[in-house]
C-alpha cells in the first residue's frame, strides 16, 4: 500500500503491507509529505545538519503514521507494536518519551526503542509499526 499522505519511500519498499489481519507499516521518518522537508532541521550555509528539533520531528513522525494507518483503512488505536529508532538515546528519549506518552495515552501498543547511530537520510527518528486490523467484510 502506497499513499500520498504520508512521505514517499526512499527506497523500493510499500508504506505498509496488510497480511491477514496485521499491517506491517515499514520505517517512518520525519519527513513533511510533499516538500520532504524535516521539521526542525537546521542547516549551515553548506547545507550541514547544525541541529535538529526533537519535538517536531517527532510530531511529524506521529502525523505520518497516522496518515498511513488511516489510508489502509486502519487506525490510531489499532495500534499493537511500536519500534522506535533514536539517533541520540541521551538527548532525545525524555523528549520523545514525553511525547509519546501523551498521543499514545489511549493506545495500548507493546513498544522497544533502540538507540542507533545514524539513519538514511538527516533525521533522528523514525517508527516502525503493526497494526491488528479486524477482518475484512465478506
Known amino acids: 500500500m502506497r499513499t500520498t499522505s ?28 510533499g516538500s520532504n522537508i524535516i521539521p526542525g532541521n537546521v ?10 528539533d526533537i519535538d517536531a520531528q517527532c510530531l511529524q513522525v506521529f502525523a505520518n ?6 489510508a489502509s483503512g486502519a487506525a ?9 529508532f533514536l539517533t541520540d538515546m ?15 495515552a489511549d493506545v495500548d501498543a507493546c513498544r522497544t526503542t533502540v538507540g ?8 533522528a527518528i523514525e517508527l516502525k509499526c503493526i497494526a491488528a486490523l479486524k477482518a475484512p467484510a465478506l
Open 6 to 33: 504520508a512521505p514517499a519511500p526512499i527506497g523500493a519498499y510499500p508504506h505498509a503491507r496488510r497480511v491477514g489481519d496485521l499491517l506491517f507499516i515499514s520505517g517512518v521518518g520525519p519527513r513533511q509529505p
Open 43 to 52: 542547516h549551515d550555509a553548506e547545507g550541514r545538519l547544525v541541529s535538529y
Open 65 to 70: 503514521v497516522r496518515a498511513i494507518l488511516e
Open 76 to 84: 490510531w488505536s489499532d495500534l499493537v507494536d511500536v519500534t522506535v
Open 90 to 104: 541521551s538527548r532525545d528519549f525524555a523528549a520523545y518519551n514525553r511525547l509519546y506518552s501523551s498521543h499514545f
Open 116 to 123: 542507533i547511530t545514524a539513519l538514511p537520510t538527516p533525521i
